[in-house]
């Protein structure tokens, strides 16, 4: 199990007598979210919670493959590496991150809360995102308007990625350095490449030994 | 090699109530809905390949809203269940949290089953997970709406790999290479040729 497949999902839901949590619960209920706000979806204090930040060990490489969020309100989500936010705008400047409505979750979601339409994606994230060993990273939700404060609606961020651990964490630094693209496949094909040269060296030492 | 699915319905025999609510239910021997008749195991000439797992999907919604959505029963905001499906190898679950805490799994809202114009995949499992000779596997389904059981269902689709093929699995474990039919065909190859080259 050195590469593993692995899913992460954020609502503003707790229980009654708090706003975080780190056990969903059948009390949860919607927590008010505010305005421009940036919540880290794993330590934020809002919602489902982990214990501690997210980061990678000596021996671990994450890739994240796909991130999205319920579209209403005007949600995104921003994708932070140690202090670096991944999505900028082309002045260099900072922004929110992937609207909701170009990655919705869940995909066929309404735009709006309890609407009747179904969106689909618009966006891929494609390249993935990298998460070197030693990295903490975030996952940053925000939205352009409040929730209400008496019918709070639930809004939810989810998060796809892959943890490469042991071996598999080295081969992905190794096709890091190569210029590849880190993903199950490649490291596959990295492992084969190993095995063939080295099937070949020992055919050939066999036929220079009959020799 | 065979392509095999198990799909689970809690509203079958003993249906699946709202006192499970919060709890973990495995599809196979939970007690609830369609089961079968001992743990899931492999032998030892068989090998398991899990390759997708599903749940009943659920919405987002506003905290006071009450009619149902999407044909889902709404309660404190969301419509649906608020399940969860986790895949457990004897006794370790695969799916953690990033701080390695087992979580519950997969959300059928990003693996959603069935599959919908309202509910489309945002999760596909790549890499598989991988069952091996002589280990027990379970699927676990969690909820959390305990307004909305009467439509939890749960789907696993999984390949088994038996006898020669299956010795071949463990080849290809032990090379580190991800088992699957194109990956054991492409070992059945190698070999051919690398009798040919000796020959």
Not at chain 2, 136 to 154: G, R, W
């Amino acid at each position: 199990m050195s590469m593993r497949s692995q899913v992460y999902e954020w609502a503003n839901l707790a229980p009654a007598s708090s706003v975080s949590t780190l056990r969903r619960g059948t009390d949860n209920q919607p927590k008010y979210v505010a305005a421009s706000t940036e919540y880290d979806v794993f330590i934020g204090g809002l919602g489902n919670n982990i214990t501690k930040p997210a980061e990678t060990t000596a021996t671990q490489f994450i890739v994240i493959e796909d991130i999205a969020c319920t579209p209403h309100l005007g949600g995104a989500v921003q994708v932070r590496i140690n202090t670096t936010d991944y999505f900028q705008n082309p002045d260099v400047t900072d922004q929110v991150g992937v609207p909701g409505l170009a990655s919705p979750y869940p995909r066929g979601a309404a735009s709006t809360s309890g609407g009747s339409d179904n969106l689909l994606k618009s966006f891929d994230l494609y390249p993935d995102v990298y998460v070197l060993p030693g990295q903490v990273f975030q996952i940053l939700y925000s939205q352009r308007t409040a929730t209400s404060t008496t019918d709070t609606e639930v809004v939810a961020a989810f998060v796809k990625y892959t943890l490469y651990d042991g071996p598999d964490a080295l081969i992905a630094n190794k096709l890091l350095e190569l210029g590849v693209t880190i993903n199950p496949n490649n490291v596959d094909w990295y492992k084969r490449t190993l095995i063939e040269q080295q099937q070949r060296t020992a055919v050939a030492a066999a036929a220079g030994g009959q020799a | 090699m065979r392509s095999q699915i198990y799909e689970w319905d809690g509203s079958r025999n003993t249906a699946i109530g709202a006192a499970q609510a919060g709890t973990r239910v495995s599809v196979f021997i939970g007690g609830y809905g369609n089961n079968i008749t001992k743990p899931a195991e492999t032998t030892a000439t068989q090998f398991v390949v899990i390759e997708d797992v599903a749940v009943t999907p659920s919405a987002f919604v506003s905290g006071l809203d009450t009619a149902d959505y999407r044909g889902l029963t709404v309660s404190n905001g969301v419509a649906g269940p608020r399940a969860y499906v986790q895949v457990r190898i004897n006794t370790t679950d695969y799916f953690l949290d990033p701080d390695n805490v087992g979580n519950d799994g997969i959300p059928g809202t990003a693996s959603p089953y069935p599959r919908s114009l309202n509910f489309q995949p945002s999760f596909s499992l790549y890499p598989d997970v991988y069952v091996l000779p002589g280990q027990v596997f379970d699927v676990l389904v969690s909820f959390y709406n305990s307004a909305e059981f009467a439509t939890l269902q749960c789907f696993v689709k999984y390949t088994l790999y038996d006898g020669p093929d299956a010795l071949i699995a463990n080849k290809l474990l032990e090379m580190g290479i991800s088992i699957n039919p194109g990956n054991v065909d492409w070992y059945k190859r190698t070999l051919i040729q690398s009798q040919s080259a000796m020959a």
